[in-house]
């Protein structure tokens, strides 16, 4: 019987084990796509405990706490951050088989060097040893990231957002490059006018531009985009339930923006139209630029309207979608390629069962021009579990390159979270290493070892062309 989470955990062949320590756990760390709050990086916040740290804006925590009976009190509301943490440490023993399991108990012991396994008799001697690490200098937030070797980051980003912090990083000097990726998916709500005019006054605000019709709608986002690249941005991202690709023309999108902006409500086809007239202007400024742009597709969102009032968005209440997902990102890919505008570009899926789908997918708009100009993204949410890693990395093998992969990322809004990367990277190992001991792969440990370190760390870096050492 093997240790719980011991140095090979994870890794059942000597061969997966050299792969791993020789090869993979040395290698730095780029997280291109998180939802790390820019503002705590800048002040070099100093969490006062691990609750703070751990738990607040985790809504993967907060499910499990949820389906485990614990109370609202104790996750988003008014009890006391111990007791919060003492909630949790009940529940970890019930989370056995989750991915939070193992998570949990890889964080305690890359950050606290605590080894001692989470449950209410070792959760209030945890949360004390714990948080008084926190509160030192060794564990603000700058140092968590140097800590985990983290050479990049990039947060995720609003078009209206003044970038500010973005700024006071860089001035500051701070060695680790955080660059802000440019997330437009508000700029195409047209669900409502309301909502929509809230959103044209901050663009106006951010931009310095009064928003008259379509076109000046479009320079004011294109500002905000140039703006976005002189900060070091080279990324994109979009989170929807499905690509949008309907036929559309210029005119007929300008009419649908002077109608919105009448306060009058748009069709559901005039939104779609709307929201594919975006999708193509975003994709064609990132070509022009060189950029990155990411598609996270799959999600269905805001299931609990009742708590969702309650608690707002982000508070744990999505779920998979099944949307029909092939057609619509074939014409919209098409579209863009034919005119030789479709820059690098990532797909990400959140239904499993379109995993074959994405990654035949990629492989029709790969023209030689790049290496993996057109990824499959990592497992991603619900599916950057082991099964869900492992899934992805077998159907990446078979229907594609994984050895031009760009790897994992932490998706995440917690400074503790790195150990991802980590557990990405023993699965990665373990993957190589069995292959090679079941005479599946040859035993050239190190043409393995250098695809495994390209996978973890050089892809990506070269890939976004960030430089990282």
Same mark, same amino acid.
């Not at 902006?261 to 070509?287: N, P, T, Y």
């Given at each position: 019987?093997?240790?719980?989470?011991?140095?090979?955990?994870?890794?059942?062949?000597?061969?997966?084990?050299?792969?791993?320590?020789?090869?993979?756990?040395?290698?730095?760390?780029?997280?291109?796509?998180?939802?790390?709050?820019?503002?705590?990086?800048?002040?070099?916040?100093?969490?006062?405990?691990?609750?703070?740290?751990?738990?607040?804006?985790?809504?993967?925590?907060?499910?499990?706490?949820?389906?485990?009976?614990?109370?609202?009190?104790?996750?988003?509301?008014?009890?006391?951050?111990?007791?919060?943490?003492?909630?949790?440490?009940?529940?970890?023993?019930?989370?056995?088989?989750?991915?939070?399991?193992?998570?949990?108990?890889?964080?305690?012991?890359?950050?606290?060097?605590?080894?001692?396994?989470?449950?209410?008799?070792?959760?209030?001697?945890?949360?004390?040893?714990?948080?008084?690490?926190?509160?030192?200098?060794?564990?603000?937030?700058?140092?968590?990231?140097?800590?985990?070797?983290?050479?990049?980051?990039?947060?995720?980003?609003?078009?209206?957002?003044?970038?500010?912090?973005?700024?006071?990083?860089? +001035? #500051?000097?701070? =060695?680790?490059? $955080?660059?802000? !990726? &440019?997330?437009?998916?508000? @700029?195409?709500?047209?669900? *409502?006018? /309301?909502?929509?005019?809230?959103?044209?006054?901050?663009?106006?605000?951010?931009?310095?531009?009064?928003?008259?019709?379509?076109?000046?709608?479009?320079?004011?986002?294109?500002?905000?985009?140039?703006?976005?690249?002189?900060?070091?941005?080279?990324?994109?991202?979009?989170?929807?339930?499905?690509?949008?690709? +309907? #036929?559309?023309? =210029?005119?007929? $999108?300008?009419? !649908? &923006?002077?109608?919105?902006? @009448?306060?009058?409500?748009? *069709?559901? /086809?005039?939104?779609?139209?709307?929201?594919?007239?975006?999708?193509?202007?975003?994709?064609?400024?990132?070509?022009?630029?060189?950029?990155?742009?990411?598609?996270?597709?799959?999600?269905?969102?805001?299931?609990?309207?009742?708590?969702?009032?309650?608690?707002?968005?982000?508070?744990?209440?999505?779920?998979?979608? #099944?949307?029909?997902?092939?057609? $619509?990102?074939?014409? &919209?890919?098409?579209?863009?390629?034919?005119?030789?505008?479709?820059?690098?570009?990532?797909?990400?899926?959140?239904?499993?069962?379109?995993?074959?789908?994405?990654?035949?997918?990629?492989?029709?708009?790969?023209?030689?021009?790049?290496?993996?100009?057109?990824?499959?993204?990592?497992?991603?949410?619900?599916?950057?579990?082991?099964?869900?890693?492992?899934?992805?990395?077998?159907?990446?093998?078979?229907?594609?390159?994984?050895?031009?992969?760009?790897?994992?990322?932490?998706?995440?809004?917690?400074?503790?979270?790195?150990?991802?990367?980590?557990?990405?990277?023993?699965?990665?190992?373990?993957?190589?290493?069995?292959?090679?001991?079941?005479?599946?792969?040859?035993?050239?440990?190190?043409?393995?070892?250098?695809?495994?370190?390209?996978?973890?760390?050089?892809?990506?870096?070269?890939?976004?062309?960030?430089?990282?050492?």
């Amino acid at each position: 019987m093997k240790q719980f989470l011991d140095d090979n955990f994870l890794l059942e062949t000597k061969t997966a084990e050299r792969l791993y320590h020789d090869y993979a756990k040395q290698m730095p760390i780029i997280d291109y796509h998180c939802h790390l709050p820019p503002q705590q990086i800048a002040e070099d916040h100093q969490f006062q405990n691990i609750t703070q740290a751990w738990l607040y804006g985790d809504h993967y925590k907060w499910r499990a706490m949820r389906t485990n009976g614990v109370d609202e009190r104790f996750i988003t509301g008014a009890a006391t951050d111990e007791e919060k943490f003492l909630k949790w440490a009940e529940t970890v023993p019930y989370a056995m088989r989750n991915p939070l399991y193992h998570w949990t108990h890889l964080e305690l012991q890359r950050y606290f060097d605590i080894h001692e396994i989470l449950d209410a008799g070792s959760g209030k001697r945890i949360y004390d040893g714990a948080s008084a690490m926190m509160g030192s200098s060794p564990y603000s937030v700058k140092n968590l990231l140097r800590k985990m070797n983290v050479k990049v980051v990039c947060t995720t980003d609003d078009p209206v957002d003044t970038l500010e912090f973005h700024q006071q990083i860089k +001035a #500051d000097g701070f =060695e680790i490059p $955080v660059y802000p !990726a &440019f997330r437009p998916d508000n @700029a195409m709500n047209v669900s *409502s006018p /309301e909502t929509f005019a809230a959103y044209v006054a901050k663009l106006e605000a951010a931009s310095g531009m009064e928003v008259k019709n379509l076109d000046t709608y479009l320079q004011a986002l294109k500002s905000r985009h140039d703006f976005f690249a002189e900060m070091g941005c080279s990324v994109s991202d979009h989170g929807l339930e499905h690509i949008h690709a +309907a #036929d559309y023309t =210029e005119a007929g $999108v300008s009419a !649908a &923006f002077d109608k919105i902006r @009448a306060g009058r409500h748009l *069709s559901a /086809e005039e939104q779609e139209q709307f929201r594919s007239a975006m999708l193509v202007w975003f994709a064609e400024w990132d070509h022009e630029k060189g950029w990155v742009q990411q598609y996270h597709l799959g999600a269905l969102r805001n299931n609990n309207a009742r708590l969702l009032h309650q608690l707002g968005p982000d508070t744990g209440w999505d779920s998979i979608g #099944d949307f029909s997902q092939g057609r $619509v990102l074939s014409k &919209f890919l098409n579209g863009l390629d034919k005119n030789d505008r479709l820059a690098k570009t990532i797909l990400y899926n959140l239904n499993p069962s379109d995993n074959e789908l994405f990654a035949t997918m990629t492989g029709n708009f790969n023209d030689g021009t790049v290496t993996g100009k057109v990824q499959w993204g990592s497992g991603w949410w619900f599916l950057d579990q082991k099964d869900g890693m492992i899934d992805q990395m077998n159907t990446l093998s078979n229907m594609g390159l994984i050895s031009r992969f760009v790897g994992m990322l932490t998706d995440s809004r917690s400074f503790l979270s790195f150990p991802r990367h980590e557990y990405f990277r023993r699965i990665l190992c373990n993957l190589f290493g069995n292959d090679i001991e079941n005479g599946e792969l040859p035993a050239d440990i190190s043409w393995v070892g250098k695809l495994v370190q390209d996978i973890c760390f050089n892809n990506a870096n070269e890939y976004f062309g960030f430089g990282a050492r």
